[in-house]
T-cell receptor, first 111, second 118 residues
Framework: KNEVEQSPQNLTAQEGEFITINCSYSVGISALHWLQQHPGGGIVSLFMLSSGKKKHGRLIATINIQEKHSSLHITASHPRDSAVYICAVKNYGGSQGNLIFGKGTKLSVKP | EAGVTQFPSHSVIEKGQTVTLRCDPISGHDNLYWYRRVMGKEIKFLLHFVKESKQDESGMPNNRFLAERTGGTYSTLKVQPAELEDSGVYFC????????????????FGPGTRLTVT
């Protein structure tokens, strides 16, 4: 079992829907990253958080350290949000770059 | 400001050949990371440079992989000899200068190099 689990693996939504992607992890962490990868494209960092909640435009990321769980929410989803969303954690005490990645959630937003 | 760049974008080589991947980090970023995603699997950490020094190379799969960052600017990742299982997408990322007071930095990823070993 991977130390970082994401759900769902695949998600199809209609434009305008509210979307939630979940990430659970089993190790102690100092930071959690949400990343976005478009088809054929590189990876973009959306959020890095260690507590609470962050918001950027229509994207919201939350983390509950006690429950070892994070969620990424997309409000008023749009077809351009279609991408793979990846959760990655930095193990507490681990070296800075040694991230542990989830397998990703493939999101498809239909017009 | 230019982002992280990687070269080549695609490489197809035969088993046993040598391939060298290059990563140019964002100017001024002392930290440089290499990651790999093989088909159907999650991305895995390979190694981390701070300037020209290897800070953590615990993710390097075996001694067929050699990473360098001479001068602390761009980095190369050489695979010699390449094996079929080395096929995948190799990502490079960089982050800001090291500050002992801050444990974690946002990483900026490059577009990746897709390596296919036949």
């Amino acid at each position: 079992k991977n130390e970082v689990e994401q759900s769902p693996q695949n998600l199809t939504a209609q434009e305008g829907e509210f979307i939630t992607i979940n990430c659970s992890y089993s190790v102690g962490i100092s930071a959690l990253h949400w990343l976005q990868q478009h088809p054929g494209g590189g990876i973009v960092s959306l959020f890095m958080l260690s507590s609470g909640k962050k918001k950027h435009g229509r994207l919201i990321a939350t983390i509950n350290i006690q429950e070892k769980h994070s969620s990424l929410h997309i409000t008023a989803s749009h077809p351009r949000d279609s991408a793979v969303y990846i959760c990655a954690v930095k193990n507490y005490g681990g070296s800075q770059g040694n991230l542990i990645f989830g397998k990703g959630t493939k999101l498809s937003v239909k017009p | 400001e230019a982002g992280v760049t990687q070269f080549p974008s695609h490489s197809v080589i035969e088993k046993g050949q040598t391939v060298t991947l290059r990563c140019d980090p964002i100017s001024g970023h002392d930290n440089l990371y290499w990651y790999r995603r093989v088909m159907g699997k999650e991305i895995k950490f390979l190694l981390h440079f701070v300037k020209e020094s290897k800070q953590d190379e615990s993710g390097m799969p075996n001694n067929r992989f050699l990473a360098e960052r001479t001068g602390g600017t761009y980095s190369t990742l050489k695979v010699q000899p390449a094996e079929l299982e080395d096929s995948g997408v190799y990502f490079c990322a960089s982050s800001h200068a090291r500050d002992e007071r801050i444990r974690d930095y946002e990483q900026y990823f490059g577009p990746g190099t897709r390596l296919t070993v036949t």
